[in-house]
T-cell receptor, first 117, second 112 residues
């Protein structure tokens, strides 16, 4: 099973709202990722969690707050977003590439289409 | 500076023929290469990968070729099917790194 699930599929929120995106995988992967993707662009890395600890934060504004409650779950908490934050938010998981494994392809979820009004 | 380049934004191929998508990279530290397929408003789907210790990897209709000296890889799809119409992203990673560097994608259209 190579499935990563994400909820919700679509989200519309105002600039004063607080909402959360959720991601789940059951592949035993210990690295989980949040990406942002705008139309006709490649995915942009936002955060990486490794063994439930934040490993990489790509200078993402604090209005985005990631959380990894356990090895299967990843959340992205949203607060006071701007219209330019509207995008497809993708979760991905992989084996830990720092563990010496030779295969570390990332498996992506279907994404959450976020619109900020 | 783009470290992974897909110089063809689009490609049209007749159904049943071969599709060849190309990708060039500049960073010699990359040692793992991947191809993803993406439909609109969906997440990228992993297709096939290749390690730098190989020059070819095959999975069904999909074959990836790696030419390390030219820093070039290609994805061959044979035979092409209308369902293959999507955007294809090339990506590269380095040992011990969480980062994947993506190309800008090539939109493949397979004409019935």
């Amino acid at each position: 099973d190579t499935e990563v699930t994400q909820t919700p599929k679509h989200l519309v929120m105002g600039m004063t709202n607080k909402k959360s995106l959720k991601c789940e995988q059951h592949m035993g992967h210990r690295a989980m990722y949040w990406y942002k993707q705008k139309a006709k662009k490649p995915p942009e890395l936002m955060f990486v969690y490794s063994y439930e600890k934040l490993s990489i934060n790509e200078s993402v504004p604090s209005r985005f707050s990631p959380e990894c409650p356990n090895s299967s779950l990843l959340n992205l908490h949203l607060h006071a977003l701007q219209p330019e934050d509207s995008a497809l938010y993708l979760c991905a998981s992989s084996q830990d590439p720092t563990s010496g494994t030779i295969r570390y392809e990332q498996y992506f979820g279907p994404g959450t289409r976020l619109t900020v009004t | 500076d783009q470290q992974v380049k897909q110089n063809s934004p689009s490609l049209s191929v007749q159904e049943g023929r071969i599709s060849i998508l190309n990708c060039d990279y500049t960073n010699s530290m990359f040692d793992y290469f991947l191809w993803y397929k993406k439909y609109p408003a969906e997440g990228p789907t992993f297709l096939i990968s290749i390690s730098s210790i190989k020059d070819k990897n095959e999975d069904g209709r999909f074959t990836v070729f790696l030419n390390k000296s030219a820093k070039h890889l290609s994805l061959h799809i044979v035979p092409s099917q209308p369902g293959d119409s999507a955007v294809y992203f090339c990506a590269a990673g380095g040992a011990g790194s969480y980062q994947l560097t993506f190309g800008k994608g090539t939109k493949l259209s397979v004409i019935p």
